[in-house]
Structures are given as structure tokens and as C-alpha cells.
């Protein structure tokens, strides 16, 4: 079965660097994708990685090695707006999106 | 500028009672899809529609029902409602996943089936 993998909670203090990860398993690749969704609201685009190697974008990276079905969002200067659930997902060879259960993501001052 | 409006936000009804949510979007993105999220859970597909006049099912389409007349609405029926599809549904659209990636969603509609 296809399968997306996250930690479930994380916890980072204001003003560090957080990673987060991602493995997965697809029928198939055709980019992963990384979304941002605070409590109550809708998810918002952050990146989307077709390539192996690293997409810089402000305060936030994504890392992506297909080899290793394997993926990363690095947040730096983490402010408290950035508490919130981070979401990832995969497309897989029927251009069909898998997502991840999220990652919770709570900054503490 | 609106996006993407569903209709209504919060909903409370009884089970075995039809429930349609709405979708409105106004970027004339042609793909359209309804997702529900559940604690503990990815977002799940429930149907999909490439285009105008043709529809899709998701992961879980059981009890769930659409249909696109036109690009801009994208509504979703609950024929019967079950308490097990109390969830929280979101309705997204694409300008084409394969390009970018980048899905517009909603606001989400919080049902409640008791």
C-alpha cells in the first residue's frame, strides 16, 4: 500500500531551526509537496519538490532524495506564527495525492 | 478576490437526513475535489473532477455523491448521512496538479452527524 510517514508532534522554541520529516511509499512519484495548515483554518501551499536536492524559500527549505523516498521541511527564525500543522504529501504515478497525517508544530517563547 | 467559498461552515444534522455542502470557486481552475480530514488522519479524496461534466471517486467515496454542470461549482451530497462521515470537509482546486502542485482550498465545512 502507499504509505506517507511524519512525526506526529514537535516542539521548538522562537527564534530555532526545526526539521521535519517525511518518508514515503507510492505507486509511483511525481512530486512531494508540503502544506501549511493552522488550527481551524485551510492548508496553504509551502513547496513542492519534483527534483532530488534542496528548494529554498525565505525562512523555509524543502529537501527531497527520491533514492531514499525521503523528505525534509527546515524551518529557520521560527516565529510563533509558525504554530501550526505541516502537512505532506505525495503524488503518485496517477498524478493522485497522498498525504501525510500531519505534523504538529508548536513554538514556545 | 474570493477563491474558494464553501457553504455552509458548520453544520449539525440527524442521521439518515440529506446534506449537500457547496463549493464556489472563481479562479476557473478545471480540476475541483473534496477531501475529508479526520483527527489522527491524512486528508482523504473523496471524489474529483478533471473538467466540466466528468467526475471521479477518491479513497472513500461511500455515501458521497457530486457533479460538475459548470468549472465554477463543485457540490457535494450525502444521500443519507451516517454519524461515521462527522468530519471536517474541505473542497480544493487546481490549475493542474502536474504543474505545480499547488492545491487552492476552502475554508472547510465542519459537519456533525448525530
Known amino acids: 500500500g502507499q504509505n506517507i510517514d511524519q512525526p506526529t508532534e514537535m516542539t521548538a522554541t522562537e527564534g530555532a531551526i526545526v526539521q521535519i520529516n517525511c518518508t514515503y511509499q507510492?505507486?509511483?512519484?511525481?512530486?512531494l509537496f508540503w502544506y501549511q495548515q493552522h488550527a481551524g483554518e485551510a492548508p496553504t501551499f509551502l513547496s513542492y519538490?519534483?527534483l532530488d536536492g534542496l528548494e529554498e524559500k525565505g525562512r523555509f527549505s524543502s529537501f527531497l532524495s527520491r533514492s531514499k523516498g525521503y523528505s525534509y521541511l527546515l524551518l529557520k527564525e521560527l516565529q510563533m506564527k509558525d504554530s501550526a500543522s505541516y502537512l505532506c504529501?505525495?503524488?503518485?504515478?496517477?498524478?493522485?495525492?497522498?498525504w501525510g497525517a500531519g505534523t504538529k508544530l508548536i513554538i514556545k517563547p | 478576490i474570493a477563491g474558494i467559498t464553501q457553504a455552509p461552515t458548520s453544520q449539525i444534522l440527524a442521521a439518515g437526513r440529506r446534506m449537500t455542502l457547496r463549493c464556489t470557486q472563481d479562479?476557473?481552475?478545471?480540476?475541483m475535489y473534496w477531501y475529508r480530514q479526520d483527527l489522527g488522519l491524512g486528508l482523504r479524496l473523496i471524489h474529483y473532477?478533471?473538467?466540466?461534466?466528468?467526475?471521479g471517486k477518491g479513497e472513500v467515496p461511500d455515501g458521497y455523491s457530486v457533479s460538475r454542470a459548470n468549472t465554477d461549482d463543485f457540490p457535494l451530497t450525502l444521500a443519507s448521512a451516517v454519524p461515521s462521515q462527522t468530519s471536517v470537509y474541505f473542497c480544493?482546486?487546481?490549475?493542474?496538479?502536474?504543474?505545480?502542485?499547488?492545491?487552492?482550498f476552502g475554508e472547510g465545512s465542519r459537519l456533525t452527524v448525530l
Open positions: 519538490n519534483v
Open positions: 480544493a482546486s487546481s490549475d493542474g496538479l502536474a504543474n505545480t502542485g499547488e492545491l487552492f
Open positions: 479562479m476557473r481552475h478545471n480540476a
Open positions: 504529501a505525495v503524488m503518485d504515478s496517477n498524478y493522485q495525492l497522498i
Open positions: 507510492t505507486s509511483g512519484f511525481n512530486g
Open positions: 473532477s478533471n473538467t466540466a461534466g466528468t467526475t
